[in-house]
Structures are given as C-alpha cells and as structure tokens.
C-alpha cells in the first residue's frame, strides 16, 4: 500500500476544503488551513493503521507477533530453539575404569560436551553417549572426530573418538525460516500416504527441522531420514498416521557431511574477515539440501555445492579492498570442485582450513 506523506494529504484537505466551502476571507483562509492539517494527520494515522491490517493479512507479508499466532494455529508450534547433538562416542582405557556423569569433554574450539550417564570400562574399549552442552551448530561434531577430557580420567585414555550421530544439533529458527515452513504448510496438502504425507507427518515430532522421504517402489517401502529429532519419535508418529496398507518405514537420521574451504593468498585474514567468511558459509550450507523426487520443487532444487559458487559468496563477505588468489572445497577431507548431496546427505561447514 502506497501511504502519502503528510504534506500531500494537507494539500488534497485544503483544497477540497476550500472548494466545498468556498473560502475567500483571510481569517476564513487560516481557520481552513487547520482544519486541513488536522485532517490530513488523522488520515496519516488511518493510512498508516490499514497498511498494518493489510500487511497482517498474509504470512509472507506479516510482521512477527502475527506470524506467531499463524504458526501456532497451523504448525501447532512457535519457532524452534536451538538443538543439542547428542553422539555415541568410543573410550578406550584400562579395564575397571570410570567415566563419571558430568565429565566433560571439548573440542578444537573448545565447545564442551558432557557425559550424562556414568559408564564402567568392562573392556579396553566401550561406547559412551556424549551432549553438547550448547546448542546449534557451532558445537556440531562429525563421525570420527576427535574430542579430549577436560580433566584427567583415573585409567581412561583423554581422547574419545565420535561414532554416530543420534541427534544433529540444530541452529534456532529464525523467523523467516518460520515463515517459510508456515508457508510450505499452505502449499502441501495431504494426498492418502504420498511423499508429502509422510513429510507432514514427520514434521510433527520435536526438533524436526527437515524430512527426506526416499520410496522404493519395487521393494514397496520408504527410507525417511531426518534432520534434527530423535528417529524414535518420528517413526512413532508416522506409524500412528500412515495408512495400514502403507509402504513399511525405515526411520535414520539424515547424514551431515563436513564441508572445508581452504583460501589461498587471502590479503586481510583477520580475525574479522574470517567471522563474516564462516557466516556467509554457513548461510550457504543452509541452502543446500538433497532432491526429494514429488516433494522438491523442480524449479528450486539446490542439492549441489559448487566450488564456482563459493568464490562467490567469500567474495562478497569480504572487504571490498580485500582480495585472495584461489579456493578449494573438501567434503569429508576430499578436496572436489562440485559435490550433490543425495539420499539425506546435507554439508554443514567445519571451517576455513
């Protein structure tokens, strides 16, 4: 809606005013040019309220009060917090060892995870389930990695060594993450058992923040991995909804691949300019999710991390008088100038080499 300024508004008053009246006195002239100024903030302030009805109107446009109370009727929801990953690690030691609830373990960046459930060396190596203590995906971690004891464990080796991932850390939702899925609800209506259905459904369970049905018609079965959540509480909420003679479900846990960028012959590789890198890279890596054949739009499929693409992105967060020569992108430590993630595969940045 196109509001006019106060001097436009005074100007249509006085006129309209002056020729209903028909005002020709000094006095007369004065009185008017009140009334019209008058008259021309309240219509300002009427302008001003009917934009705000108008824009409150529909999700893609409404401020962030109202889309709360759309998300709540629609999604059932308000926006997300931040997750934290919770992982199965490997310890090895000396038989008898312990490893106390509340011992802490950090990584490189001294992100802290916790131990929650006290755990007895029976032999020489044993699995241990480890919390972060922070959410969101600063304190993610990847299979194989590496975290060390913050203090030293009576007959247990410092490191322990991640083997899967039971639930992946999520970011907060910002608002215009909300908006989208409150939009997306709009769009997907539910079909009887379809692809769709169980991206629905899915997205019911806590801390879900995406779904990637896979079906294999042949084997007359669907493969759905999620992003964020428990695989437990999905598989539960799909098997109460999805018809009987429905495809059987296998439930797992979307598979997050670390993506690398190293940058040679960066001019200004300040403390500064490699924060705004990491964002922007971040933000990239948020856009990038695999192809979900009947549930994707055709026209908006970004499964792809390009090496083109990044030159890009660093370019633009960088200071404009700043500069560097070449870049590389590793997946999982493999140097490769395109990569497409498939088969609930998403890249999740693990920092500038």
Not at 60 to 82: H, M, Q, S
Not at 141 to 155: A, C, R
Not at 176 to 191: A, C, D, G, M
Request: hydrophobic share 40%.
């Amino acid at each position: 809606m196109n509001i006019p300024t106060i001097s436009e508004l005074y100007t249509d008053c006085l006129q309209d005013l002056e020729s209903q009246l028909g005002v020709t006195g000094f006095l007369t002239k004065k009185t008017t040019k009140v009334f019209a100024a008058v008259y021309a903030a309240k219509q300002k302030l009427q302008y001003i309220m009917l934009a705000k009805i108008a824009k409150n109107i529909f999700v893609d446009t409404c401020d962030e009060v109202t889309l709360e109370r759309f998300g709540r009727i629609k999604l059932n929801r308000g926006r997300r917090v931040a997750t934290q990953g919770v992982y199965v690690a490997t310890a090895t030691g000396t038989i008898g060892g312990v490893i106390s609830s509340g011992t802490t373990f950090a990584d490189t960046n001294g992100k802290l995870f916790v131990v929650d459930t006290p755990v007895t060396l029976t032999t020489t190596s044993i699995q241990l389930t480890i919390r972060a203590l922070e959410g969101g995906l600063d304190s993610a971690l990847t299979v194989d990695q590496k975290i060390t004891s913050t203090s030293p464990i009576l007959n247990v080796d410092s490191e322990i060594t991640i083997n899967s991932i039971t639930v992946s850390p999520l970011n907060a939702e910002t608002v215009e993450e909300y908006r989208q899925e409150i939009l997306l609800s709009f769009r997907l209506e539910p079909q009887g058992g379809a692809v769709v259905d169980y991206y629905i459904w899915g997205k019911e369970a806590v801390d879900v923040k995406n779904i990637f049905p896979y079906t294999d018609a042949t084997a007359g079965s669907i493969t759905i991995y999620h992003e964020g959540g428990i695989s437990a509480d999905v598989e539960n909420i799909i098997n109460t909804k999805k018809p009987i003679t429905a495809w059987s479900v296998t439930v797992l846990p979307a598979t997050n691949l670390a993506l690398s960028i190293s940058i040679s012959g960066l001019n200004d590789n300040s403390a500064e300019e490699l924060t705004k890198i990491t964002l922007a890279m971040e933000a990239y890596c948020e856009t990038i999710r695999p192809y979900v054949g009947g549930l994707t739009n055709p026209n908006a499929v970004n499964d792809t991390a390009r090496v083109t693409e990044i030159y890009g992105i660093v370019a633009a967060a960088i200071n404009d008088n700043n500069y560097f020569s070449s870049i590389s992108m590793s997946i999982e430590g493999n140097v490769m100038a395109e990569y497409q993630f498939t088969n609930g595969e998403y890249p999740i940045f693990n920092g500038i080499a």
